[in-house]
Each structure stands twice: as C-alpha cells, then as structure tokens.
C-alpha cells in the first residue's frame, strides 16, 4: 500500500505509479483515439453524415453507466474496508492474547512466553501469506516441538499453526499452570482468530458476479465505441480528446474496483498487510 498525504493536491495530480489507472489504460486510450479519429474523418471528410441529437441518446445512457459504477466502486471499497478491519481485529486480538498469557503465566516461565509469541506471529504471518496464495511453511522458525514438517503437514497452515496454540493452550490447563476461568478467557481471543481468517477467506474466495462484471464491461465497450458516431458531428475533432477522457474516466472506475476487491495481495493499494505483521511481530516482542 502506498503512503501519501491527501492533502498535496499538486503531487498526486502529476503522479504517476505502476499501478496508475492512466498508465494501465493508455494503450487503450490510443487504441480509442485513434478509432475516433478515423470516425471523424469518415462522417465530416468523406460521407458528410448528418445524425442529428445523437448525443442525447448517450446522455442517457452515461446516466445508467454512471449509476452501475457507482455500486461497483462502493461494493469494492465495502470489501477493501471490511477487509481492513479484520486486521485491526488481529491486532487487537493479538495484543489482547499476549497481555492475558503474560498475566497469566508465572514470571519464570520463559519458555512458554517465547513459544506462545512465536507460535501468534506464525499465525498472522501464515495467515498473510495464505491470503496471498504463495505461503512456503519453510520460512517458519522452529519452536518448541513444532517445526516446518509439522506446519507443512496439511494444507491449510494457519489452521496447524493455531492447532498448536490450542493444544498449548490446553497444556497449560492440564498441568493447572491457568484456571479454568482462564481457559475461557483465552478462548474468546483464540476464536476470534479463527473467525476472522475465515472472513478474510470468504472476500478472497467470492468476486463479483461473474455476469455483472461481464455486463459492466460490455456496457462501457459498446458505450464508448458508439460515442464517435454522433460527438463527431457536433465537436469536429475534439471529439478525440473527449471520448478518449470519457472512456479514460469510466475504464478507471472499473479497472481499480477491480484491484481492492481483493484486498489481500501486493497491489498498490491493497491492505498494508506487511506493516501490520511488522507491528504485531514488535508489539508482541513487547509484551511477551
């Protein structure tokens, strides 16, 4: 994800990153001037056409587009959102499961500390990676008796991962070294683990309709390629610049909603998932 300051309008105008909707769609905005291009000159040099109030009809339908946009934008951003708060959730989760072991633990059990802080930094970096579709268990440090043999044993490591906090968990109850009273305490946080892993699992796995995202494209396609036929008859040739920037505006809509419905990968602006790792990781340094 990328840091900037929303308030240095000058700087944002004139950026330009790899992932920016103009430098994606350029040689699709060539690919459209030119076409325009070709259409004026056929219908004012060559045929001489005379359609007349063509353009009301696209007016029309710039209206409908506009409207199927903005439910597009706003169902992808509500996913982007949703998935931004189920990492604070870890966070916070994290912090909170750290701070009751370390209460709970007896002071001298340095162990157990370094094995339970190992163990919830796998599980938010295994869950990270997981969402990403390339976790390798190799890069898990060993600790205690688990190690990259028994987190590769199954697909789904983060489940293994969080297997092995359970049952440390219940060690720590069988030995009476925590109450009962405890257990559910620490249960709550261990859960909430697993729930929102699952709901981050549930955004990657469940895109937009196929048949509306197939509609909305179609509908921009033909949208902008019948725009020529009549603005050239009343703007001439700067009917280029101007279909070019309103085919620029809407493909723009469609190509970042694309991007942040899944909010879990390396893309420019997906969830700063890294930095939050980073953050968990010293936080638990901290406390544990």
Request: charged content about 20%; overall charge neutral; proline content about 5%.
């Amino acid at each position: 994800m990328i840091s900037y300051n929303p308030k240095d309008w000058w700087k944002l105008i004139f950026a330009f990153h790899r992932s920016d909707s103009f430098r994606m769609l350029l040689p699709g905005m060539m690919g459209v001037a030119v076409y325009t291009g070709v259409v004026a000159y056929l219908e004012n040099d060559v045929f001489h056409a005379s359609f007349k109030n063509t353009t009301i009809v696209h007016s029309l339908v710039g209206f409908v587009l506009s409207m199927l946009l903005i439910f597009r934008t706003n169902t992808a951003y509500e996913r982007w959102w949703e998935g931004r708060k189920l990492w604070g959730s870890f966070v916070n989760n994290s912090r909170n499961l750290a701070l009751k072991l370390h209460a709970f633990l007896p002071t001298d059990a340095t162990a157990d500390r370094t094995l339970f802080r190992t163990l919830i930094v796998h599980f938010i970096y295994a869950s990270k990676e997981h969402l990403r579709g390339h976790l390798n268990p190799q890069k898990l440090t060993p600790v205690g008796p688990y190690d990259a043999v028994y987190f590769g044993q199954h697909k789904h490591v983060p489940n293994q991962i969080l297997k092995a906090i359970f049952v440390e968990i219940n060690r720590l109850y069988q030995t009476s070294v925590i109450t009962g009273h405890q257990l559910i305490v620490l249960n709550a946080e261990l859960q909430s683990f697993a729930d929102n892993l699952g709901a981050c699992e549930r955004i990657k796995r469940t895109p937009i309709p196929y048949a509306y995202s197939l509609f909305l494209k179609k509908i921009i396609f033909l949208y902008v390629f019948t725009m020529p036929i009549g603005f050239v008859l009343d703007f001439k040739y700067w009917a280029i610049p101007i279909v070019t920037l309103v085919f620029y505006a809407f493909a723009s809509i469609e190509v970042i909603a694309e991007e942040i419905e899944d909010p879990f990968g390396t893309d420019a602006n997906d969830l700063p998932t890294d930095a939050i790792y980073d953050t968990i990781r010293d936080n638990l340094k901290e406390i544990l």
